[in-house]
Nanobody, 119 residues
Framework: VQLVESGGGLVLPGGSLRLSCAPS????????MGWYRQASGKERELVAD???????GYADFVKGRFTISRDNAKNTIYLRMDSLKPDDTGVYYC??????????????WGQGTQVTVSS
C-alpha cells in the first residue's frame, strides 16, 4: 500500500494550502492517520492526527491555524493550512496505521510533499 500526497507548493506568508492524502489501493482497514513535517536539518515532527471517529490532535505550533479532516469512505485525510509562516516550510508526510492480518497494525508513510512559505 502506498500513501499518495498532493497539494504542496510555494505560498506567500499568511497564505493557505490544502494537502490531501489517500492510499493507492482500497480494501484495507485504516486507523489513525496524520501529517508530519520535516524541515531541512531538523527531525520529523507530528503536525496533526485524526482517529477513525474524528478525534483530532494538533501540535502546539499549528493550533488555530491548521485543520485536519478525514473522509472515512475514501480513507482520505486533508490538512488545511492557514496563516502560513516561513517556519512552516518543510516536507510534509502523510502517515497511516493500516491493519495487516499477519502483523497487526503497521505504520505507513507517504513520499512527502514540499511546502515552501516565502516571499
Amino acid at each position: 500500500v502506498q500513501l499518495v500526497e498532493s497539494g504542496g507548493g510555494l505560498v506567500l506568508p499568511g497564505g493557505s494550502l490544502r494537502l490531501s492524502c489517500a492510499p493507492s489501493m482500497s480494501g484495507f482497514s485504516i486507523g489513525t492517520m496524520g501529517w508530519y513535517r520535516q524541515a531541512s536539518g531538523k527531525e520529523r515532527e507530528l503536525v496533526a492526527d485524526i482517529t477513525t471517529d474524528g478525534s483530532e490532535g494538533y501540535a502546539d505550533f499549528v493550533k488555530g491555524r491548521f485543520t485536519i479532516s478525514r473522509d472515512n469512505a475514501k480513507n482520505t485525510i486533508y490538512l488545511r493550512m492557514d496563516s502560513l509562516k516561513p517556519d512552516d516550510t518543510g516536507v510534509y508526510y502523510c502517515a497511516a496505521r493500516i491493519w495487516e492480518t499477519l502483523r497487526g497494525w503497521k505504520k505507513y508513510w507517504g513520499q512527502g510533499t514540499q511546502v515552501t512559505v516565502s516571499s
